[in-house]
C-alpha cells in the first residue's frame, strides 16, 4: 500500500534555530497537507498546498512557516525560528482529489515528525 | 465547513459492538462525512466515508440518516486494539484546495 514518508521522525532543536521537516507525498496525490498535533491536544490544520502552491492556511501557519515542493517528489515545512511552542508533532499528508468527487477529504498521513525544542 | 459535535469519550468493553455518532447541522449538499482513526504517536488513519444511507467495509459501518444531520460509525466487535480516538469529517472540497479540519474526536476506550 503506497505511503506518505516524513523524515526525520524526531528532532530535537535549540530555541531560534531552523528546522526543515520533510515528506515525501504519495506519488500520483496532488495536494498536499501539513498538520500538527500539541501532545494530547487535537490534530490542528496548518497548510494545503496544489499546484505549487498555498491553497489555504490556518492562523497558526504565520510568517515563520513556509512550505515548498522543491522537486517531483518532496514537501518541505520550514520553521524559520523556533519557539517552545512549536513542540510538537507534524503530520504531512497528501491526497488525489480535491474536486468533491467521492474520495474528497481521504487524506493518506505520514507517520509524524516529533519536534521538540528546547 | 461544517461544525461536528461527536461525544468526547466512549468506555466500551471487548466484543461489543461500539455506536460512535456525529452530529453536523449544517452539512451541505455537496459534504461528504469521513471518518479517521488515530492511535497515540501516529497520523490519522481513513475509516470509512459516505454521503447518504449506509456505506460498509471490512473495518466499519457508517449510518447516514435521510437528513444527513448526523452520521454513525458502527465499529462491530472492537478488541483492545480499537482503543484510538475517532475523528468525524464534515465537507467537500473547493477548486484549487481545501481546509480539511479536524474537531476534538472521541476518544474511545477498550477494556478487557
Known amino acids: 500500500e503506497p505511503e506518505v514518508t516524513q523524515t526525520p521522525s524526531h528532532q530535537v532543536t535549540q530555541m531560534g534555530q531552523e528546522v526543515i521537516l520533510r515528506c515525501v507525498p504519495i506519488?500520483?496525490?496532488?495536494?498536499f497537507y501539513w498538520y500538527r498535533q500539541i501532545l494530547g491536544q487535537k490534530v490542528e490544520f496548518l497548510v494545503s498546498?496544489?499546484?505549487?502552491?498555498?491553497?489555504?492556511k490556518s492562523e497558526i501557519f504565520d510568517d515563520q512557516f513556509s512550505v515548498e515542493r522543491p522537486d517531483g517528489s518532496n514537501f518541505t515545512l520550514k520553521i524559520r525560528s523556533t519557539k517552545l511552542e512549536d513542540s510538537a508533532m507534524y503530520f504531512c499528508?497528501?491526497?488525489?482529489?480535491?474536486?468533491?468527487?467521492?474520495?474528497?477529504?481521504?487524506?493518506?498521513f505520514g507517520a509524524g515528525s516529533r519536534l521538540t525544542v528546547l | 465547513l461544517a461544525k461536528t459535535t461527536q461525544p468526547i469519550s466512549m468506555d466500551s468493553y471487548e466484543g461489543q459492538e461500539v455506536n460512535i455518532t456525529c452530529s453536523h447541522n449544517?452539512?451541505?449538499?455537496?459534504?461528504?462525512i469521513t471518518w479517521y482513526q488515530q492511535f497515540p504517536s501516529q497520523g490519522p488513519r481513513f475509516i470509512i466515508q459516505?454521503?447518504?444511507t449506509k456505506v460498509t467495509n471490512e473495518v466499519a459501518s457508517l449510518f447516514i440518516p435521510a437528513d444527513r444531520k448526523s452520521s454513525t460509525l458502527s465499529l462491530p466487535r472492537v478488541s483492545l486494539s480499537d482503543t484510538a480516538v475517532y475523528y468525524c469529517?464534515?465537507?467537500?472540497?473547493?477548486?484549487?484546495?481545501?481546509?480539511?479540519?479536524f474537531g476534538a474526536g472521541t476518544r474511545l476506550f477498550v477494556k478487557a
Open positions: 469529517l464534515v465537507g467537500a472540497s473547493r477548486a484549487g484546495g481545501f481546509k480539511t479540519i
Open positions: 506519488s500520483n496525490h496532488l495536494y
Open positions: 459516505g454521503y447518504k
Open positions: 499528508a497528501s491526497t488525489i482529489s480535491g474536486q468533491g468527487a467521492l474520495g474528497a477529504n481521504v487524506l493518506t
Open positions: 449544517n452539512i451541505a449538499t455537496n459534504d461528504y
Open positions: 498546498f496544489y499546484n505549487n502552491e498555498i491553497s489555504e
